[in-house]
């Protein structure tokens, strides 16, 4: 689909909207696809490079909701 | 700690669970709304349930909004089909700045400090004319005027010196 195909809503308001929740649903996808990649033994590397953000940012942002979710965290890359 | 106090502490408390519950890292508007529906026995509770929005109401109406605002733009979260994410850690999250808004205002609108009450809270998140919660607001068919009126009202009633 090529940016001319979205559509983008009349109403400023919904356009706006639009961009808030789609934001909220891309971070509530980014915690559960970075749970699955984790749980099924990818590495922090991989995700990051995968995601196209740095090991850290990404380690940042999910390290301590996995470890307490007890995710088993592979520390190096292979 | 003086009542109003430990109110804006419970209430800031919870909004920061709801917050970290929908996986948001700040404290929102919407988050501090659900935090005063839940508050039993309060003003602005008994104000939001005279207006028919108890707790699971305000949840159902901002769930609403988010599908809504993601339809509008050809997306569906039905699409979606990932396992849900662990629950966030429990690093508290910062306010964020519709939150932050919502907090301003409720200030502002007591002539004074010792005059803040809990319905003032509710009275700085409904002030809000355009986001998330008038939004949700709007499509539960909610009148936000006849609302801000009753707010108003019960703090009329509640005997500020």
Redesign the interface.
């Known amino acids: 689909m090529s940016a001319s195909e ?4 009349q109403d400023p ?6 961009v ?3 934001r ?2 891309a ?3 980014e ?3 970075v ?2 990649a984790m749980r099924a033994g990818w590495s922090w590397p991989q995700v990051a490079e995968a995601l196209g953000v740095t090991r850290q940012a990404v380690h940042r942002k999910h390290a ?3 470890i ?2 007890g ?1 088993k965290l592979r520390r190096r890359s292979p | 700690m003086s009542p109003i106090d430990a109110y804006l502490h419970t209430v800031i408390m919870e909004a920061a669970t709801e917050a970290r519950r929908q996986g948001s890292a700040t404290i929102e508007a919407q988050h501090l709304l659900l935090a005063v529906a839940a508050q039993e026995g309060t003003a602005p509770q008994r104000v939001l349930a005279s207006a028919g929005l108890d707790y699971q109401a305000v949840l159902a109406a901002l769930d609403r909004e988010f599908d809504h605002s993601l339809s509008a733009v050809g997306v569906s979260r039905a699409a979606f089909n990932l396992p849900r994410p662990s629950m966030p850690s429990k690093r508290p999250p910062d306010i964020g700045a519709t939150g932050k808004l919502a907090l301003e205002r409720a200030f502002a609108s007591a002539p004074r400090k010792k005059d803040l009450r809990p319905a003032h809270v509710l009275l700085g998140i409904l002030q809000a004319e355009v986001g998330t919660v008038p939004r949700a607001l709007a499509l539960a068919g909610v009148d936000r005027a006849d609302l801000l009126n009753r707010v108003r009202d019960a703090i009329a009633g509640d005997g500020v010196e």
């Open positions: 979205i559509p983008v809503p308001a919904d356009a706006l909207a639009a808030v929740a789609l909220r649903l971070d509530q996808l915690d559960a696809a749970e699955q301590k909701r996995l307490a979710a995710v």
